[in-house]
């Protein structure tokens, strides 16, 4: 199918409405507990909820309801991106990347599903990080193992097919959800993410047959790791670390962008309020529109030898999670204390678009293609062990959101973007020396 395995494209569309769930239900669960679920009247009627909020408190200080909302927020989705480690050696060494999925998605659409009751709020949270725990590692990795061997070129632009699924997923999600949310109530909008879990699951139940069996992996299983193999893994660590500062810098989006708009920006426009969660499918639409142009582009220099390399497009794609956060700083420090224009947060979320397009692919493409083979689902759920410090580091930020300055918060994450590319600057040759042996 236009040159790529069958197999990309039924993982592609699960991914799609899997991330369609994912994100639908992400754009509306701060504001849900800031606006709704953490007020008395509500809170009281959350499964442990007491007690997980005194532990939190027991650790961070007595919280208010939009820094708890940011902590646990943080630590909900940190776990998301740890529990994928888990799922990748379970799959990796007893019931294969495609049992695992099935059992994820499973477990994601009854997560979905609880999470449209208060009292099932922490509830449908835990089934959501277990649920993807089996799905997210074992999918990704699954990408790269409908190429053969060698396939390094084909399998790159794959990755870039399969993260346009996902920002197409992803721009979907909020834009109904949050419609939904508006219109009917917060619980429509969770719902519709809970049913189109389950068409994920259908799609790749349609497609189980084109897609790798456990056999090809465990036969890895036996093969002696080398030297160079070990430096592979080092050099793939350093830069599966890398790219925790523009994820940290984008992510964030997530959480303190949707209370900051709610607060700072003018939202009536034309006798119409914009929901807030739609500026959170404005990255993912980006990255679908300029994932075509970038690819052509890429190619072509590909034919000529001038294409950057993955660790080129990680350090472009910190650059602009930096450039996009001063988009922010700018629109506060000019406002004069004014509501922003919409124009602004829009402009940013454009560049994080750009950005994500730049380094998420890039990141998983050189797993994919130069880890050890019996080693690919781990360290692809190491790469989401980044993401669980990464999530952690972004809720400590979000609860700090109150007590900065609003153009010194995104200041801040100026700062960590920019680190990103500093960091491939100094260690990338020698990074890219290492990853020859692959």
Not at 336 to 350: A, D, E, K, M, R
Request: aromatic share 12%.
């Amino acid at each position: 199918m236009f040159g790529h395995p069958k197999g990309l494209f039924y993982l592609a569309f699960t991914e799609l409405w899997e991330r369609f769930s994912y994100y639908g239900m992400t754009a509306l669960v701060v504001l849900y507990m800031v606006n709704q679920l953490l007020l008395p009247g509500h809170a009281e009627n959350i499964i442990g909820f007491a007690e997980l909020r005194a532990r939190i408190e027991s650790l961070a200080g007595p919280m208010s309801t939009k820094a708890l909302a940011s902590q646990i927020f943080g630590f909900y989705s940190g776990l998301v991106y740890f529990t994928p480690l888990i799922g990748g050696l379970i799959a990796d060494r007893w019931i294969g990347q495609r049992n695992a999925v099935v059992i994820g998605a499973l477990l994601m659409a009854s997560g979905h599903l609880a999470m449209t009751f208060d009292e099932s709020f922490l509830i449908a949270l835990a089934l959501l990080v277990t649920g993807s725990g089996f799905l997210k590692g074992n999918i990704t990795s699954q990408v790269g193992a409908v190429y053969p061997p060698g396939d390094d070129e084909r399998s790159a632009r794959g990755f870039v097919i399969y993260s346009t699924a996902i920002n197409t997923g992803a721009v979907l999600g909020p834009l109904t959800c949050g419609l939904l949310a508006q219109v009917y109530g917060w619980h429509y909008g969770f719902g519709a993410a809970a049913l189109l879990m389950l068409v994920a699951l259908a799609i790749y139940l349609a497609g189980y047959r084109h897609l790798p069996a456990k056999i090809e992996r465990a036969a890895a299983q036996h093969e002696t790791l080398t030297a160079a193999d070990w430096r592979v893994i080092g050099a793939l660590v350093a830069v599966i670390v890398i790219s925790i500062f523009p994820s940290l810098a984008y992510f964030q989006h997530f959480n303190a962008l949707p209370i900051w708009i709610q607060e700072h920006v003018a939202l009536d426009i034309a006798g119409r309020r914009i929901p807030v969660p739609w500026f959170q499918s404005i990255d993912s639409l980006t990255s679908i529109l300029v994932a075509a142009p970038l690819l052509i582009i890429w190619r072509r220099q590909a034919a000529r030898g001038t294409a950057p390399t993955n660790l080129a497009k990680i350090a472009r794609g910190s650059w602009l999670t930096a450039a996009s956060s001063l988009i922010l700083v700018a629109a506060i420090t000019f406002s004069g204390g004014n509501p922003v224009h919409p124009i602004w947060p829009f402009l940013y979320c454009v560049g994080l678009g750009i950005a994500f397009i730049h380094y998420w692919p890039a990141l998983l493409a050189l797993v994919s293609r130069c880890a050890p083979a019996r080693l690919v689902g781990t360290i692809m759920g190491v790469v989401f062990v980044s993401l669980f410090f990464t999530s952690l580091m972004m809720g400590w930020l979000g609860a700090q959101y109150e007590r900065m300055d609003p153009s010194l918060f995104w200041a801040t994450h100026v700062a960590i973007g920019a680190a990103g590319g500093l960091l491939v600057m100094i260690f990338g040759r020698r990074l890219e020396r290492m990853l020859q042996a692959a």
